[in-house]
């Protein structure tokens, strides 16, 4: 074998193990893409909408009105929590009482609603008992105003989930064609911060929507309206967190009768949050309402005349004509369709 | 006359030995220097992200960089996430060492939260039809609102609480954009949701997961071990679990849960802070 050959079996098999464990191991590498870093630096927090509404300043011209503001049904809030509400309705000359029955104060729901212009409700839970609903009813009736508030923040939480605080206050509503759901709306394109934080700027023309165009609710209920008006609505890209569909969710409305106000959240009445967009404005649209009820006074509303028994005493010389016993038996029937005995 | 010579003599065997056996030798040894059996290297998560794992998992990935036979990574996942910045860290030196070794996921039970954070940060996505995948977001707990505490002094109205509450809130969408980027960028064409539904928060099984593309596809470990060597370029590889190669020092306890006065660790973490973490919804309302 010449050397020639010799160098050339050398090189083969010198060659062949690399060869084999280069095809052994090596395969096609598959492109990869380069790896890319989020521009973390770009990222900002959102800012808080600032106001665009004027705030009007308060004219103390409900001297003598009364707002009663329900504190015996267990409600969770915090009488801190509407601090700014309760201090609306004070700058406007209105007096605000709490309703609470305690062994020194046993006074019944009718009896206090004999002198209120407003009675509100937050967050209850225990259910209105049957005599409080009617005189609820009849305090409506009469022209009194009712605002009742759900908050999604004031649910409270159980074992099997959330029971949220709107079943003792649909009761109250249902007549009214109002009610809430036992959600929280959600918008994940258009709000503050945080998806529960919905930014709202579809107002209806009302009082109570006056001057507003942006307002702000930090963890909101939706309100379902089937015999009113909605007063706040959401865009497209709110939803409901019990079926993420939207559209439309309306977050306030009024009953037909203009009396009753159901709002899905009051954490915006809470500092820093009436800060945002026209939240404070809403606040003072909120009082405004409570106050501008035309109620229509009945005999039970005079305090201390009709609650107990009546005698009719004629003084001077008072003929008994039939006028006379017309008007008198005009009383006699309204005392008799009241709560006076 | 012709002799027939022996096939056997010693000349004959020294040429053997110096044309044959020697450049085999030679090229055996070198074939074995110049290319050694690629490596594929494990590395587990299979708790909560917080300092210590994180602090295991960048040890981890440290020794595949300073390690070339360790041609592609498998990241075995089944972690519910953990704290922000931990999850980052992580994330970010996925990313460097993606520059030179592909990392592929493998989801097991879960990858929730930060957990799928780091799968965005790998070439490649499996995950079991089952598998808990998403839960894309933030949680974070909410500061007290400033106030003086009777007995404290500090130098400032923040000092204290160390946030402004509403700016808090406010910073958890800023970190949220930062995981949405990551999803983006990470998945690519091949998300196919859109990113309003991805950023919902959802746990999405194994196979919804695929369908929205955030996954590749249905797998297991082995199924990943031959992607990370195809991605690669490489066959037959050697398996090898990076952790003891990489981990020297003995773990070290971290109470990253809470624990309730009676004793029992709770879901929820010991610490305020932000997390990127999944919560059972159930076990959380029970010790709320």
Redesign the interface.
């Known amino acids: 074998m010449t050397l020639k050959n010799r160098l050339w079996i050398a090189l083969g098999l010198f060659l062949l193990p690399i060869l084999f464990q280069a095809a052994h191991y090596t395969g096609l590498p598959q492109p990869r893409p380069t790896p890319q870093m989020p521009e973390y630096a770009s990222f900002r927090a959102p800012e808080a909408p600032t106001p665009s509404a004027e705030l009007v300043p308060a004219e103390v011209n409900h001297s003598g009105a009364r707002i009663l503001l329900d504190l015996n049904h267990q409600n969770t809030y915090q009488i801190a929590d509407v601090e700014l509400f309760t201090r609306a309705l004070a700058a406007r000359g209105a007096t605000v009482e709490y309703y609470f029955i305690t062994d020194l104060d046993t006074r019944p729901l009718a009896e206090r609603l004999k002198y209120a212009d407003a009675f509100v409700l937050f967050s209850p839970y225990m259910i209105f008992e049957a005599s409080e609903v009617t005189a609820l009813r009849d305090f409506v009736a009469q022209g009194g105003r009712l605002l009742v508030f759900a908050d999604a923040y004031r649910g409270v939480q159980g074992y099997s989930g959330e029971f949220p605080d709107t079943v003792s206050a649909n009761l109250l509503l249902a007549p009214y064609g109002l009610s809430f759901t036992g959600n929280y709306v959600y918008n994940l394109a258009e709000n503050d911060g945080n998806f529960r934080n919905v930014k709202l700027n579809d107002f209806a023309e009302n009082a109570l929507t006056s001057g507003l165009k942006q307002v702000v609710f930090y963890g909101a209920r939706s309100v379902n309206i089937t015999g009113g008006e909605a007063l706040i609505r959401g865009d497209a890209n709110l939803r409901s967190s019990l079926n993420d569909q939207g559209g439309g969710l309306a977050v306030a409305g009024v009953d037909a009768s203009g009396n009753v106000a159901a709002i899905g959240s009051y954490t915006f009445m809470t500092p820093p949050f009436d800060q945002a967009a026209d939240n404070a404005r809403l606040i003072q649209n909120l009082a405004e309402f409570a106050l501008s009820g035309q109620r229509l006074p009945a005999l039970a509303n005079f305090p201390f005349v009709f609650t107990r028994p009546v005698s009719l005493v004629t003084a001077g010389n008072a003929k008994l004509t039939a006028e006379t016993l017309t008007a008198v038996a005009g009383l006699q029937t309204t005392c008799a369709e009241s709560t006076c005995r | 006359m012709n002799e027939k010579q022996p096939l056997f003599t010693w000349e004959n065997a020294r040429?053997i030995l110096?044309?044959?056996v020697?450049?085999?030798v030679?090229?055996?040894l070198?074939?074995?220097a110049?290319?050694p059996?690629?490596q594929i290297g494990i590395i587990r998560l299979s708790t909560q992200i917080d300092p210590v794992s994180a602090s295991d998992l960048l040890k981890q990935l440290d020794y595949v960089r300073q390690h070339p036979e360790i041609r592609g990574v498998v990241l075995v996942l089944d972690s519910p996430g953990g704290t922000v910045a931990d999850t980052?860290a992580v994330y970010?030196e996925?990313?460097k060492v993606?520059?030179q070794t592909?990392i592929v996921a493998s989801i097991n039970l879960m990858a929730a939260s930060g957990a799928y954070y780091l799968s965005v940060?790998s070439?490649y996505i499996f995950c079991k039809p089952t598998s808990d995948v998403g839960n894309i977001g933030v949680i974070g707990y909410t500061p007290p609102a400033p106030s003086l505490v009777d007995g404290i002094v500090s130098t400032g109205p923040y000092k204290l609480f160390g946030f402004e509450?509403?700016?808090y809130?406010?910073?958890?969408?800023?970190?949220k954009?930062?995981f949405a980027?990551?999803v983006k960028?990470g998945r690519?064409a091949a998300l196919k949701a859109e990113m309003?539904e991805v950023?919902?928060g959802k746990l999405w099984p194994g196979m919804e997961a695929v369908r929205l593309g955030l996954a590749d596809a249905l797998g297991t470990e082995s199924d990943a071990i031959e992607k990370a060597?195809?991605?690669?370029?490489?066959?037959?590889?050697k398996v090898v679990e990076i952790y003891p190669l990489a981990i020297y020092d003995a773990p070290v306890s971290s109470p990253f849960y809470g624990v309730s006065p009676d004793g029992v660790t709770l879901t929820t973490p010991a610490k305020a802070g932000l997390y990127l973490l999944y919560i059972p919804p159930a076990t959380l309302?029970?010790e709320?």
């Open positions: 040429a110096l044309w044959a020697l450049p085999l030679a090229g055996l070198i074939a074995a110049l290319l059996q690629p980052e970010m996925m990313l993606r520059q592909p940060g070439d509450r509403d700016q809130v406010r910073q958890i969408e800023a970190v954009q930062g980027s990551a960028l690519g309003s950023l919902s060597a195809q991605l690669a370029g490489v066959r037959n590889p309302a029970a709320k």
